[in-house]
């Protein structure tokens, strides 16, 4: 969640309608935050406080010997059916519930030592039976990993395989990494766009443009469901990924004070405790039931460190929130997240930062503090939920927490304990972060490639793992059709410096050429292909408090107005076949003989009865019943066929799923066959340049290799590749494997055509 939970927004919601119209008068006249935290601080009670433990009893942090032994137990019984992953992941979930220097510890250590070998995960292993060694492993075990440890040495020993030749396919920005010269965009301000961002040079699609590292993120814990298939997920974004630096990890250190928080290794874990969690790790249940923002703005403040703080309120007290007409010169004058300017900030900024690049990157605290929190935007009983929310958090944390470093001055002076100055400016600069965040936070995603059912074709899809603030994508204007794309680069190198690095940073791709001084646009949600132009609007409106004037919303907002009748997207005249038009309520056939029409309530029904035959489908390749599975998708297709155009989404969807029942059948040819119509489909709703277009081409390219179809995965590779790489990370699973089909594809054809010659 990111705003707090129903119960505790219910609780808040009675406070405020319990102050009456003159103290609501009186809140919503406040235009700082200063003096909003303050409001608050004077109403809340320890009847509030008390409502915020028994809620965040709903999320428990405590360690528990009990759930550990559950867990390894679990753990188990995965390494007996050699799912050695799922094994590794109970065993580290049952470490993060065991005490600190007990035999249970030492026990999920080893077990998850014997998993990780088994994965060819040699390294790992051995530091985790260093780690079980150190927690006091029982003596008469300790031959079993001494025997481990042996045998890890000899595999690490051991030349490693010959890789398969590279792929001569270059995407365009690995050409240009070679180079390392990308030309820094310029930041341009004006009062109509703020702060908008240009490209310094021409750029072609998929050239990296711009890249910016996270200030500060906040891992999303998982909801414990799959939401393509509703079925209970075991583990989650928080057990698969560092806490610190999102390094994607089988072998998690856990922190030694909670349950939840976990780190790819020990330095991650003392860098975090240093920066934050000192103070968070008491709090962790009030964190997760309040919310990633309040979580991330309080994150944001404690990683500043009080002297930053201080530092940036000084420079920025005089100019929060004024219009832009009003302080063109005001670095904070934004009128939305999206539209903040770059080329005048090189100017402007002169004046206030001595280098203008030292206040617009990831380890820079005035760039988050300077982006607007659009105060007067917010509802005034939403401004009262946030500022009583931080108020409670922070008295809580005040009973719970110890200062990180960055905010312990007092304790250095010998004044120990008490902290309440520093609390109420930790809490009032975290409320503006709140309200910052609304409008700013950026979701981390990640590309998760996963096995479809254990078939041989895997399937992929973006995963949000976290929620960042980033200083200079912040500054990129909107638009529901951009000419960026934006993947993430997660962990911290060996050699990277822990203390000052997020291990979170973005990389902005052109995914349409750029002409040097074009506007940079970033889509901020709302997307042309995903929602009407009706739906973008109300959306952007409400979060983001601009309303959007980019090209296809003006076209869009044109063609609605300018004909009385718009078609209807993929439906089709039962009699004649061609699309169907929308006119109030009803579809009609614009074709004069015909005159056919459909009330839409009638047509939404049936559309509704296809779409709960695709998901009992669904049900049934899941529990392995292929057979009616297929009967079910080949009825459902044939009722789709009457009333959608082919290219209609849930005609992708139906024959998308047909593809993967033919597949796990090993029927190469029949399933490639019907994922061509599901690329269609997806063609038209999506866009030639979309990546969802280029994961629909990767399945379709295993499918041809799978079927040996030589030629057929070669010509669709290309497209594929072309695809994924304006959106995604070079490095990405989905490249990977691809150049590896392509490599041994013509490494094969090679060695074909030397035996043809002899």
């Known amino acids: 969640m990111d705003l707090p939970g129903p119960e505790w927004t219910q609780h808040v919601e009675q406070r405020w309608t319990r102050l009456g119209s003159a103290g609501r008068r009186g809140f919503s006249l406040l235009t700082d935050p200063d003096g909003m935290f303050r409001f608050a601080q004077s109403g809340v009670r320890q009847e509030d406080l008390e409502v915020l433990s028994r809620i965040s009893e709903r999320c428990p942090v405590k360690k528990s010997a009990e759930c550990a032994a559950r867990f390894r137990e679990q753990g188990n019984l995965s390494f007996k059916v050699k799912d050695y992953r799922s094994a590794a992941l109970h065993y580290s979930k049952a470490a993060c519930h065991a005490g600190k220097s007990t035999e249970q510890l030492s026990l999920c ?94 750029k072609s699609a998929g050239e990296v443009v711009l890249e910016d590292e996270a200030f500060s993120f906040v891992l999303i814990p998982g909801d414990g469901h799959d939401t393509k298939t509703s079925k209970a997920c075991v583990f989650g974004t928080e057990h698969r990924y560092c806490h610190h630096c999102l390094c994607l990890t089988l072998s998690t250190v856990p922190c030694v004070g909670c349950s939840y928080a976990q780190y790819c290794g020990q330095r991650c874990a003392s860098e975090a405790w240093r920066q934050y969690h000192c103070l968070e ?38 100019t929060d929130d004024v219009p832009p007409s009003a302080c063109v010169r005001s670095d904070t004058s934004k009128d939305k997240p999206g539209s903040h300017s770059l080329s005048d900030l090189k100017v402007e900024e002169s004046s206030r930062c001595s280098d203008p690049s030292n206040c617009y990157h990831g380890r820079s605290y005035l760039g988050i503090y300077s982006l607007i929190p659009h105060v007067m935007n917010h509802p005034p009983s939403l401004r009262f939920l946030l500022a009583f929310t931080m108020v409670a958090l922070s008295q809580r944390l005040n009973e719970v927490g110890s200062l990180p470093e960055a905010w312990s001055c007092r304790e250095q002076e010998g004044e120990l304990g008490d902290w309440r100055e520093e609390q109420s400016m930790l809490g009032a600069t975290a409320l503006r972060h709140m309200m910052q965040l609304r ?143 929308a006119r109030a309520e009803v579809h009609v056939c614009p074709q004069s003989p015909c005159n056919y029409q459909i009330s839409d309530t009638e047509l939404q029904g049936r559309i509704q009865t296809l779409q709960r035959r695709l998901g009992r489908a669904v049900q049934l390749m899941e529990k392995d019943r292929l057979d ?71 399945k379709l390219a295993q499918l041809h290799f799978n079927g040996r179809d030589t030629q057929s995965a070669l010509s669709v590779i290309p ?40």
């Open 109 to 202: 250590y080893a077990n998850r030592s014997a998993a990780l070998f088994h994965l060819g995960l040699y390294s790992k292993c051995l530091e985790d039976v260093q780690r079980a060694l150190d927690e006091g492993y029982p003596s008469h075990l300790r031959h079993k990993l001494t025997d481990r440890r042996a045998q890890c040495v000899n595999r690490l020993k051991e030349p490693e395989p010959p890789k398969a030749p590279s792929s001569k396919h270059q995407t365009p920005q690995t050409a240009e990494k070679k180079d390392g010269n990308i030309r820094p965009p310029a930041v341009r301000f004006t009062s109509e766009k703020g702060r908008h961002v240009l490209a310094a040079e021409d």
């Open 281 to 318: 790790c008491p709090a962790g249940s009030e964190l997760l039931a309040l919310g990633v923002l309040a979580h991330l703005a309080l994150r944001v403040a404690l990683k500043a460190g009080l002297k930053e703080v201080q530092r940036a309120r000084h420079r920025y007290s005089s």
């Open 628 to 698: 009616g599975a297929l009967r079910v998708l080949q009825e459902a297709a044939t009722q789709a066929d009457s009333i959608l155009m082919k290219t209609h989404p849930l005609q992708g969807e139906l024959a998308d799923a047909t593809a993967r029942v033919f597949a796990t059948l090993g029927n190469w040819t029949q399933a490639a066959s019907h994922l061509k119509r599901s690329v269609a489909a997806v063609r038209c709703q999506f866009g030639e340049d979309s990546v969802e277009l280029g994961q629909q081409l990767f």
């Open 719 to 758: 497209s594929a590749q072309r695809l994924l790489s304006l959106h995604c990370d070079p490095h990405c699973e989905e490249l990977q494997e691809l150049q590896q089909m392509e490599a041994c594809l013509r490494g094969a054809a090679q060695h074909k055509d030397v035996l043809t010659q002899s």
């Open 439 to 581: 409008c700013n936070a950026q979701a981390v995603t990640a590309v998760r490639v996963k096995e479809d059912g254990g078939l041989a074709v895997r399937s992929s899809g973006e995963v949000r793992i976290a929620t960042a603030v980033f200083p200079v994508l912040s500054l990129l204007n909107h638009s529901c059709c951009p000419n960026t794309s934006v993947s993430f680069s997660l962990g911290l190198s060996s050699e990277a410096p822990v203390s000052s690095a997020s291990g979170v940073a973005v990389t902005i791709r052109t995914c349409k050429d750029v002409a040097a001084g074009q506007e940079l646009l970033h889509c901020y949600g709302p997307h042309w292909s995903r929602m009407d132009v009706g739906q973008r609007q109300r959306l952007l409106l409400e979060q983001y408090f601009f309303h959007c004037h980019c090209e296809v919303c003006k076209m869009e907002l044109t063609a609605g107005t300018g004909n009385l009748a718009t078609a209807s997207h993929g439906l089709r005249c039962e009699r004649c076949g061609s699309s169907l038009q």
